[in-house]
């Protein structure tokens, strides 16, 4: 059955490089907008905790720069991995609230920490996380700091119960 659905694209800026402030401040707008009948809410790229815009290319790319390497493993620590309990923080939200939420993270598995991914987490109106999207391709300036994605995050299907959105 097709219906409408109320979509709010959050445009806000994260707590720079603190992820727990940065799921509080998400929480609080992903509250809002469920207040204002939304039943999709999409946070941009790598939202939790900062997306490193081209401006922090030229710090990146001297990579000798002890800047640099602190400023990389801020990311690191403050990023996401699959499981763990910010990512449940996010289910929990997506269940409390009862909307799709849709969250840009910088991702990191433990099992190759050295590697951060720019990921799109999908948490289901019950809390589960319904698809796990990684970029396959970061571009230009990005390649200095996510890795390549694969394949395997990528889902050709979606759940029954998420919207077509277009």
Known sequence: MERPVTVA?????????????????LEELAS??????????VFP?????VYPSSRWAKAFAGWQSEGAKATFARIAQNSIAVGS???????AAAKELGVWLVTGVNEVEPQRPG????SLL??????????????LV????????????????????????AASVG
Do not use: M
């Not at 970061?138 to 119960?161: K, V």
């Open 9 to 25: 694209c959050v445009q806000a800026e994260p707590v720079i490089l603190d992820r727990s402030r940065t799921l509080d401040r």
């Open 138 to 161: 970061p571009t230009n300036h990005e390649r200095l700091i996510w890795g390549q994605g694969t394949a395997a995050a990528c889902s050709p299907s979606r759940p029954a119960s």
């Open 85 to 91: 309990p910010e990512e449940r923080r996010l289910a």
């Open 32 to 41: 809002e907008a469920a207040r204002n009948a939304a039943e999709l809410i």
């Open 122 to 135: 999908y948490h289901s109106p019950d809390g589960e996380l319904a698809l796990h999207h990684r970029k």
């Open 115 to 118: 590697t951060i991914y720019n």
């Open 45 to 49: 790229e790598t939202f939790v905790p």
